[in-house]
């Protein structure tokens, strides 16, 4: 026994204990929602510790930044130790942390700017404009579509042909223009030495392919690697963590099929599925007990799932005692449906139920709007995981641009976003600019200059433009006055004062709140040190696996989050919200009538239904007087149909 004084036999079922205490070597749990896995990887990691591995020899990988953050506090609290050398966190955090360090092998300065999904936009549109296609009067697909198109093939290691022959067949027409704006964009990236999501997976795992003193560095150092959420790895996913384990295959993975819900990023659940093929030694661990939820709850979610063919069949049973019979409550409309949810909420908490302990789960972001506004109304405070995030607003953004231009003075999007914000300047001569910039001698080199201003001063712009040009360049020294980086906190404070307090003031209405935005920004920005870090933490955090927390910061209020976000995560009380046919089921995937999409529909509305530990609640608005299909009358989700009536019980609630 190690230093923690856990008595693993008795924390843990006998399954649990022999996947913690299990030899090392390949290892597969699969098991059910709520049945431990993540428990069991949690508690394998304060085993390893206790066994004498170096906290520093183990990577433990999840999908999104809170469940990372969740499960990093669960070891902490099973051991006494320093694990701050633990490598925990996203796929793409990790990336981005390996290759902050060897970046310059793969062509690229360690200071590389994350392109989110609006820069990338902003960069594909660019890339198009300058491959000149002759598009004869046709329409060649936006640049979001084509953002999407190449991550799928990224994230696939699937030809880009064979993707759009399969997926996308109306677009098949443009291939040769694709394929060429596929090749500029990759060129683009390098010139402007930025790198989005997908390359923080794709090239890490090159680096370490072409490498292979590094691999080795890596294979020795990462001696133990765990996966939760298995079922969700895409192929280079599933290549990075290979590739890291080595001869040795020190691999612990737990997921679980029926939660797969992310092959629209190219997840592929046959990697669970056939993880014994590939490592022939693995031992499997099934758990066929939940402790999560109230039986009902949990039969509930076992008949929710049943229809699926594609599945392994596994039975739950429930330990827990018998609790509220889950609610199925039909509302008049959406307006109602928000305040029956606010008024329950209300009168939970009134009998004691932490806020925390609840959350509204919903399908598409937008469907949490009423219930956003209702929450306010009431006072009640709540935290949201998605939709248009506090680091996505436009205001945050145009301040991280000047930072990121500072810190990667090739980094073109921030550049010309930034030039875009004053006066008497468009687009034609933000390219200029650009243009000139790159020309110089500061543009050219790859250090940091010790004045910016020296050389932008000199470029000739617009009179509307003077003075303000002129505050930004000097704006821009003071971030890196000697060519040295200040503080993230100071940067954000000189900015400010130097140009963006005056520019919101002229630009927007709401001026002073957003002002209060940026302040929370400073206030964020004071637990870095480094800039570096602190522009990659941003980025991470805009990024689909997303999480508006500071990471130290602890969860408050009630949670509304989109289903995908609260994968992994368990709540008290749960609302499902927008039961209707259309909505969820997304209308998209009721139009394309394909099955495998409705399956996967499916395991996302299981996944719903078992984050609920004591309450569960089924609300749907019978009516939608503003639906875009014209449609008045809603459809109960087609999910409800498999849920026998006597398991749940239909509340009435009038709104009189
Ligand atoms: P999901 O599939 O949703 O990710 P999971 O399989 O990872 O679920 P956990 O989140 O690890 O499940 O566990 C669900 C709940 O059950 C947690 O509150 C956990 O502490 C509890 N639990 C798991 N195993 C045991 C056990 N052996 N004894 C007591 N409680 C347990
Ligand atoms: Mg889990």
């Not at 209300?346 to 789960?361: C, Q, R, S, Y």
């Not at 039961?579 to 009538?593: C, I, K, Q, T, Y």
């Not at 609920?612 to 409800?640: E, H, I, V």
């Amino acid at each position: 026994p190690g230093g923690s004084g856990i008595d693993y036999a008795a924390e843990l079922n006998e399954q649990q204990y022999a996947a913690v205490a299990s030899a090392p070597g390949p290892a597969l749990v699969i098991a059910g929602a709520g049945s431990g896995k993540t428990r069991t990887l949690t508690h394998r990691v304060a085993y390893l510790l206790d066994q004498g591995v170096d906290p520093g020899n183990i990577l433990l990988l999840t999908f999104t930044n809170k469940a990372a953050r969740e499960m990093l506090e669960r070891v902490q609290q099973l051991v006494p130790s320093d694990i701050s050398a633990l490598w925990s966190g996203t796929f793409h955090s990790i990336g981005n942390r390996i290759l902050r360090r060897h970046a310059d092998e793969l062509g690229f300065t360690k200071s590389f700017s994350i392109l989110d999904r609006d820069d990338q936009k902003s960069l594909m549109t660019e890339v198009v404009k300058s491959c000149n296609i002759d598009t004869g009067g046709r329409r060649f697909p936006k640049a979001d579509l084509l953002a999407s198109i190449f991550s799928l093939a990224e994230n696939t290691s699937e030809d880009l042909n064979e993707i759009l022959e399969i997926r996308y067949p109306h677009l098949e027409e443009w291939s040769d223009e694709i394929h060429e704006v596929q090749k500029g964009y990759r060129k683009k990236k390098k010139q402007t030495n930025s790198m989005d999501f997908d390359d923080l997976l794709i090239l890490t795992l090159k680096l370490l392919q072409d490498d292979e003193d590094l691999r080795h560095l890596y294979q020795r150092k990462f001696r133990h690697v765990l996966v939760d959420e298995y079922q969700d790895t895409n192929k280079v996913q599933c290549d990075l963590i290979d590739l890291l384990v080595g001869e040795k295959q020190y691999l612990m993975v737990v997921g679980d099929d029926a939660q797969s819900i992310y092959s629209w990023r190219g997840a592929d659940m046959s990697n669970i599925l056939s993880f014994q093929e590939k490592y022939l030694e693995a031992q499997v661990f099934k758990i066929e007990t939940n402790y999560r939820s109230t039986p009902d709850v949990l039969e509930l979610s076992n008949a929710a799932i049943r229809p699926n063919k594609q599945q392994y069949e596994k039975e739950l049973r429930a330990v827990r005692e018998q609790g509220m019979t889950p609610a199925l409550v039909p509302l008049d409309d959406p307006s109602i449906q928000a305040e029956f949810i606010g008024e329950r909420i209300d009168e939970l908490i009134g009998e004691g139920v932490e806020p925390e302990e609840i959350a509204v789960l919903y399908r598409a972001h937008y469907h949490s709007m009423e219930i956003q506004m209702e929450l306010t109304r009431r006072q009640l405070p709540f935290q949201i995981t998605s939709g248009l995030r506090f680091f996505e607003q436009a205001h945050i953004k145009d301040v991280s641009a000047m930072i990121r231009f500072v810190v990667n003075s090739r980094d073109e999007v921030s550049f010309k976003r930034m030039a875009l914000l004053l006066p008497g300047i468009g687009a034609k001569t933000a390219d200029n600019l650009w243009t000139a910039w790159t020309n110089s001698a500061a543009g050219r080199s790859v250090e940091v200059p010790k004045s910016f201003s020296e050389t932008l001063l000199s470029f000739k712009v617009p009179a509307k433009a003077k003075d303000t040009w002129q505050q930004l360049c000097h704006t821009l020294d003071e971030l890196a006055p000697d060519g040295k980086f200040e503080r993230p906190s100071n940067m954000i404070f000189s900015i400010l004062e130097g140009v963006y307090q005056e520019y919101m003031s002229v630009s927007f209405d709401n001026h002073e709140h957003r002002r209060n935005d940026i302040e929370q920004l400073m206030q964020y920005g004071e637990s870095y040190e480094d800039v570096l870090e602190f522009l990659a933490q941003l980025s991470l955090m805009s990024s689909v696996d997303g999480d508006p927390n500071n990471k130290e910061k602890k969860d408050e209020g009630v949670m509304l989050s989109s289903i995908h976000q609260a994968k992994g995560l368990e709540w008290k009380v749960v609302f499902l919200v927008w039961l209707a046919d259309g909505m969820f089921p997304n209308g998209r995937v009721l139009e394309s009538d394909d099955e495998e999409m409705l399956e996967e529909e499916r395991r996302l509305f299981y996944v719903a239904v078992t984050r609920a530990k004591d309450q569960l609640y089924l609300t749907y608005p019978m009516t939608n007087p503003k639906s875009y299909t014209g449609d008045y009358m809603t459809r109960p989700s087609r999910f409800l149909d498999a849920i026998p009536t006597e398991l749940t019980e239909e509340w009435k609630v009038s709104a009189w």
